[in-house]
């Protein structure tokens, strides 16, 4: 649809819209790719912090997926760091219009300080969020089992939290049905042709 750098560059309010954020590197791009069957929706690339403004796609007239720049990318230039930072605070603040934010996490960390004060954030702003957590192949089982609970009690513990986390991986297809029904419910019904 659009990129927008500023706050006055962000589209009109219209459909339901549903952010991912995440750190840089997380898996944003992938997932929003995987999510849509398609590779070459959302760019990808394997540079941290290559998303530098807030990219809107349409979904067949139902919903906006909106791709956030990552954050935590500390090599950008600092000025660089503090528009998208204020972009980022400002859009989430306010599009009334924002149903929910996919807060990605890789699975391999799990949760981190700055994905702390994003939550942090979006509990503030009662902007409600999901956390999935991406890379999940990457992992031993029980290697899943200890994020997945850490993860749980943790996000228990929010008040804008969405109760349910998601596991996934865009490069295997895991958790993607999963996801994709929990965002079509946000999402404007389907009309008739």
Same mark, same amino acid.
């Given at each position: 649809?659009?990129?927008?750098?500023?706050?006055?560059?962000?589209?009109?309010?219209?459909?339901?819209?549903?952010?991912?954020?995440?750190?840089?590197?997380?898996?944003?791009?992938?997932?929003?790719?995987? *999510?849509? #069957? %398609?590779? $070459?929706?959302? @760019?990808?690339?394997?540079?941290?912090?290559?998303?530098?403004? !807030?990219?809107?796609? &349409?979904?067949?007239?139902?919903?906006?997926?909106?791709?956030?720049?990552?954050?935590?990318?500390?090599?950008?230039?600092?000025?660089?760091?503090?528009?998208?930072?204020?972009?980022?605070?400002?859009? *989430?603040? #306010? %599009?009334? $219009?924002?149903? @929910?934010?996919?807060?990605?996490?890789?699975?391999?960390?799990? !949760?981190?300080?700055? &994905?702390?004060?994003?939550?942090?954030?979006?509990?503030?702003?009662?902007?409600?969020?999901?956390?999935?957590?991406?890379?999940?192949?990457?992992?031993?089982?029980?290697?899943?089992?200890?994020?997945?609970?850490?993860?749980?009690?943790?996000?228990?513990?929010?008040?804008?939290?969405?109760?349910?986390?998601?596991?996934?991986?865009?490069?295997?297809?895991?958790?993607?049905?999963?996801?994709?029904?929990?965002?079509?419910?946000?999402?404007?019904?389907?009309?008739?042709?």
């Amino acid at each position: 649809m659009r990129g927008a750098v500023d706050l006055e560059t962000l589209p009109p309010f219209g459909l339901p819209e549903l952010a991912f954020a995440g750190r840089s590197n997380v898996g944003k791009s992938s997932l929003i790719n995987a *999510l849509c #069957g %398609r590779s $070459t929706v959302a @760019r990808t690339s394997n540079t941290p912090g290559r998303t530098q403004e !807030l990219n809107f796609f &349409d979904v067949n007239g139902r919903l906006i997926l909106v791709d956030m720049p990552g954050y935590g990318f500390a090599s950008a230039p600092k000025d660089k760091v503090d528009a998208w930072t204020r972009l980022i605070k400002g859009f *989430l603040r #306010g %599009r009334p $219009t924002l149903r @929910r934010c996919i807060l990605l996490v890789d699975s391999r960390h799990g !949760l981190k300080d700055n &994905d702390r004060e994003m939550m942090d954030m979006l509990d503030k702003a009662a902007v409600v969020y999901q956390v999935v957590l991406t890379k999940i192949d990457k992992l031993n089982a029980a290697e899943v089992k200890a994020v997945q609970e850490r993860t749980q009690a943790e996000i228990s513990k929010r008040v804008a939290a969405y109760p349910t986390l998601i596991l996934t991986s865009s490069e295997k297809g895991i958790g993607i049905p999963e996801l994709r029904a929990e965002i079509l419910q946000l999402a404007n019904p389907e009309t008739a042709p």
